[in-house]
């Protein structure tokens, strides 16, 4: 029997949508305010899950404990109170979109879960808007 357990976070962070290589006009067109030259932020909420079977030992699926201290080391130290586009290198080539940034959260997890249980993050950029990636 599998059983799914999650873990909420959050961290705020600043970001800007645009292309290097296109000109004002179809950045604005594209991303609106989000191509924001100086930048905007968002108070960012996560839930990472991971589903597998029931450890009969301990009775997890997963400690929560590990989980709580892994999303802290390696996502709220890395992403909390930064400028995505500037200080965090995965988004030096890639736009920081709450898309990319889900990809960027699972693919920084997924090492550090065992591979015979599933991992999901979802990614809540406004308490309306948000976005789910399974890997």
Not at 30 to 52: A, M, Q, R
Not at 65 to 92: G, T
């Amino acid at each position: 029997m599998k059983v799914k357990v999650s873990r909420k976070a959050h961290f705020n962070a600043a970001h800007r949508l645009y292309r290097k290589e296109w000109d004002d006009t179809k950045n604005y067109a594209i991303f609106g305010k989000c191509n924001n030259p100086n930048y905007h932020g968002h108070n960012y909420e996560l839930i990472v899950s991971v589903t597998g079977e029931i450890d009969q030992e301990t009775g997890f699926v997963v400690d929560m404990k590990i989980l709580k201290d892994l999303i802290r080391s390696k996502i709220e130290d890395a992403l909390d109170h930064k400028n995505l586009n500037v200080e965090v290198p995965e988004f030096k080539s890639l736009i920081p979109t709450a898309e990319n940034i889900a990809i960027v959260i699972y693919n920084k997890l997924r090492p550090h879960v065992d591979s015979n249980k599933e991992l999901e993050v979802v990614l809540y950029e406004t308490p309306r808007n948000f976005v789910t990636y399974k890997g």
